[in-house]
């Protein structure tokens, strides 16, 4: 059974940086898409962007300048970095496996909160 | 960029009723559409991919259709447990998008 677990902070500073780690248990990063997507307050679902087994990545066009997604496969792990954030940045970011069945599997969502 | 436009926004509905939820695709994607159900406060779950695959353990009364640029979301026989809010999301193109969603509300 495979099952995501984020973590990372709850609270960045304006024009700071945003840092979320996914660990993965029940599939290797080496297979599928890794995605992070986001929901902003009272909003619908956003596509940060992904990496995949080859190590490579593609962002969603509107977020692609601050975005980074690494992955380590040593610990079976990826990670989210948004940098320069503003308030607009506030939401509930989820990790979760990407493939040709969909997005299937979702880690279980952190609430990030942008304020000094 | 590829763009995904649901309709309606809201849907009112009862308990055993049949609903149809659209999704169109600015651009051709294929078969490459997916449905998730959300429910407030909760994470997104997969209910169909290849634009017609139920996902793993969906009831039957959910089923999806299209190609190309239309795509349906079919619920039937409403459950009370199928109020929620549902989003498309098309993966193509090395990129993934939803839509803004259709909130499936008890009339």
């Known amino acids: 059974q495979v099952q995501l677990q984020q973590s990372g902070p709850g609270l960045v500073q304006p024009s700071g940086t945003l840092s979320l780690t996914c660990s993965v248990s029940?599939?290797?990063?080496?297979?599928?898409?890794w995605s992070w997507i986001r929901q902003c307050p009272g909003k619908g679902l956003e596509w940060i962007g992904y990496?995949?087994?080859?190590?490579?990545?593609n962002y969603n066009p509107a977020l692609r300048s601050r975005a980074t997604i690494s992955a380590d496969r040593s610990k079976n792990q990826f990670s989210l970095e948004l940098t320069s954030v503003t308030a607009a940045d506030t939401a509930v970011y989820y990790c979760?496996?990407?493939?040709?069945?969909?997005?299937?599997?979702w880690g279980q969502g952190s609430t990030v909160t942008v304020s000094s | 960029d590829i763009q995904m436009t649901q309709s309606p926004s809201t849907l009112s509905a009862s308990v055993g009723d049949t609903v149809t939820l659209t999704c169109r695709a600015s651009?051709?994607?294929?078969?490459?559409m997916a449905w998730h159900q959300q429910k407030p406060g909760r994470t997104p779950k997969l209910l169909i991919y290849?634009?017609?695959t139920l996902g793993s353990g969906v009831p039957s009364r959910f089923s999806g259709s299209g190609s190309g640029t239309e795509f349906t979301l079919t619920i039937s026989s409403l459950q009370p447990d199928d109020f929620a809010t549902y989003y498309c999301q098309r993966y193509t193109s090395f990129t993934r998008t939803f839509g803004q969603g259709t909130t499936v509300e008890l009339k």
């Open positions: 990496t995949f087994y080859s190590g490579s990545t």
């Open positions: 979760a496996r990407d493939w040709d069945n969909g997005i299937d599997v």
């Open positions: 029940g599939a290797s990063l080496s297979e599928y898409y």
């Open positions: 290849k634009a017609s």
């Open positions: 651009e051709y994607i294929g078969n490459w």
